[in-house]
């Protein structure tokens, strides 16, 4: 065995045994270690990524309350989410395909309200990102806060990234959001109300300040 498949080999090792103790989600940060790289591991990310998410997703339909409850499910997905506007693109390609298997494998997932607020605090904070490109044309800022988790994330300062990653989300979340209300239509309709109504007192607590 080359020295290349034996790193594949060990990761995903390590990675089904982390995905049987409940956690799919580390298996991208791989994509951010040198080693992965030089090693050119990297082409096998993708594939044993979504090996893992399937893998997780029929875990879920029959093991412990405890590692795959409604809790711990909404937080791999939330992990998965913030990954779409990684600056990696290999990356975020990766983070949409899993979220797109997650989400149609396990809808209940994203109708909760650590998911569903990410994914939408994301967009609004993108959309954000995209103004003050335009206001800050020479400094844009590149951290920013999403406001219902407090998770800080960095953006490149190009406009054209973040309007990309802004579309691409908004067109996947779009397809998500219709999953979700066809299985839970009114749990979904009272989270999207709720996160209005934060929406609307976090822009009164910003006019105080």
Known sequence: MSRGLGDVYKRQLLETMRCD???CSKILQYYCDPS???SSVDKYIDAI???LVNKYTNLVQSNSPRLFGSQAIANQLNDLILCLS???NWLQDAAFRCCDIFIRSIPSALCHHRSLFTLLDLMTTLFDSVIDCETNKFEP???FVLKHSNIKVLFPDSATWR???LNRIHT???GWVKIILNKA???TKILLQSYISDLTQFSRLNDVE
């Open 49 to 51: 990524a979504i090996f």
């Open 141 to 143: 800022h590149y951290q």
């Open 36 to 38: 992965t790289v030089s």
């Open 21 to 23: 103790s409940g956690d």
């Open 172 to 174: 996947s979340a779009k």
């Open 185 to 187: 239509n009114d749990d």
């Open 86 to 88: 990684h600056r990696n």
């Open 163 to 165: 309007k990309t990653t």
